[in-house]
């Protein structure tokens, strides 16, 4: 009589799931590349950055005219111009704009007459276009590692021009059901039989984790049958199942057979059901031994099978739900439609032993920013009964992740920079597996997010006039508490060229040539205020400067119109320069810092941030990227509002 196998000492469902977890983090995940359009669902095993701008043309946003700016100057609804039939052609919504045009007016804003049309308002350069790179600009990261693909990551990286990609192979996981009173749920069972249906619901569980399975077969209560069972299955597997025979009775070999080619980790789990539940390794193959009570074996896969799946490629995702956030700042909805929009979340403390609330950080608004919508946490929904929402209203969020993997996110509302993406890459594949959600909003909106607690972190470079000194003035004049600031590195700012271009623009004063197009960034951004400070030490008037009205949001949207000969020249930043193939005259060279309060010094990610920060990777990255200068990189400096008084 074969001699029963003992529990070994049961484990409580924590420790269990701590031993087994940490066992599974050693394993290193495959990787492959395949498809776009075949990755559904599948986890991005490296970041994904556009091959190309996205429209790659300025298009109409409107059904309506499309004009030059210059022609509708001095047109009021008491005084409207009448255009004629060679100053607009009609145009429809997402047309390309001919090139002696530069806006768009709608089509109700007009009123047709038999030789031209009439209008009621001037309108600005570039009004109601979709510039060029509007949805997603040329080497743009589009995501992390470690991201599942949904439908719209899919849709954003053919529209950026990204063909295949490098993901994680799907966990190849075989199942064996054991048992002589097992027959297949086709088979009609006799007296003392049982429909095997266990291994079809362990399947399908496991492939909506994202496995290829294989299904073994029913395996006979004889302990050679199951150690050839489990022999074959090791040589193809990354994952074994078995389902019965894990418990302590006459017939369960499982233990045995584990112990002998391999190790248990745990034989017992405190829970009901799911009790007789064994983990354990063969040959560095994970092997799960599952209990064949229905409920049992459902509670035990639950709990440690999908885990494992997901765990094997990379995949920290669960299904979707819905939660209330506040939101920080008021936004305006039109009345009479439901509108959805892409947020990211940070969460507020509200008091000790109470749980910190979400806060709802809209991202930008359009129904055509793909990189928006990959790179959101949520969808925010104003009903259509609404005209928006106030400050510290509640609203409903649609989570795209689990709440639990979101809470540890952190927010950054502030000036871009290409180094952001790479301190964002290096945080997700650390081992606290941070997201850094970037939001590029310029210096000052930054630093406003941060202090009415919608951003855990913003980046400025902002110039005091007076003092030549960036950032502190600033923000001694309008911080509410202590605030560190954190030297990422010195940064050339410059004009854009192309490098065919006939053009001879070294300093500011040569874009007063009425023949040259320059191309700025949005108010408030930190480049914006510094052009502007160098253009009133220059005593140029911004009226002198065609193409000033001109705002973009980012340095890579400056350097992409001037790279396509929409603008001759914008003022940004060397590294993007680079990126785009353009040349660069160095103007200034200026601090770019990352802002926190100063009672998150010793949060973990913070912690993680500086680390990062001072760490070979991040600052060859800086080297090999030109235009950054390291003397202070790392350095501290701090504001406390309280001396103000």
Known sequence: MSKRKIYLAKKSLDEAKAIWNKYLDKIKPKKETIPVKAALNRITASPVQA???APNFNASA????????????????????????????????????????????????INQLDAGVQIFKSVSPWHNVRTIGESVMKGDQILTSNQKLKAFHIGALLEAGVFKLEVYSKPELTIISTG?????????????????????????????????????????DQESALREAINQAQ?????IITIAGSSAGSKDFTASIVEEKGDIFVHGVEIQPGKPLLLGSIKKTPFIGLPGFPLSCLQAFENFGVPAVKRLQQDATDDNNYIQAKVKRKLSSKPGRVEYLRVNLTYEKVQAGKEDFPIAVPRRRGSAVMKSQAQADGILEIPADREGLAVDELARVKLLYPESSIKDNLVLSGSNDPLLEMLQEL????????????????SQAGIHSLIRGEADLTTAHLLDPESGEYNLPYLKQIAGEPLELLTLAWRDQGLYLRSESQLKIKNIDDLKDKDITFINRQQGAGTRILFDYQLKQSNI???????????????????????????????????????????????????FELIYPA???????????????????????????TGYDLKDTGQIRNVDPSRRR
């Open 62 to 109: 409107m059904d309506g005219i499309a004009v030059s700016s210059e022609d509708t100057v001095g047109a009021t609804e008491r005084e409207p111009l009448t255009l004629n039939n060679n100053q607009f052609e009609y145009i429809n919504t997402g047309n390309l704009l001919p090139e002696s045009y530069n806006a768009v007016i709608k089509i109700e804003d």
């Open 541 to 591: 008037k911004p009226a002198e400067i065609k193409g000033y009205d001109r705002e973009e949001y980012t340095h890579a949207a400056v350097a992409q119109a001037v790279a396509v000969g929409s603008a001759d020249t914008g003022l940004g930043i060397r590294a993007v320069a680079k990126a785009f193939g353009l040349d660069f005259s160095p103007l200034f060279s200026e601090r």
């Open 599 to 625: 009672r998150l010094a010793d949060d973990y990610r913070i912690k993680a941030i500086k680390e990062l920060i001072k760490s070979d990777k991040f600052q060859s990255y800086l080297t090999e990227q």
């Open 180 to 220: 002589d009173e097992i027959v297949g749920p086709e088979s009609s069972p006799a007296p003392g039989q049982y429909v095997d249906f266990n291994s079809t619901m362990v399947e399908k569980m496991a492939e909506e984790a994202g496995a290829e399975v294989n299904f073994y077969g029913i395996v006979t």
């Open 51 to 53: 091959q190309r701008s």
């Open 235 to 239: 040589k193809s597997s990354d994952l």
């Open 427 to 442: 945080l997700i594949s650390s081992d606290q597996k941070i997201k850094l959600r970037l939001q590029s909003r310029g």
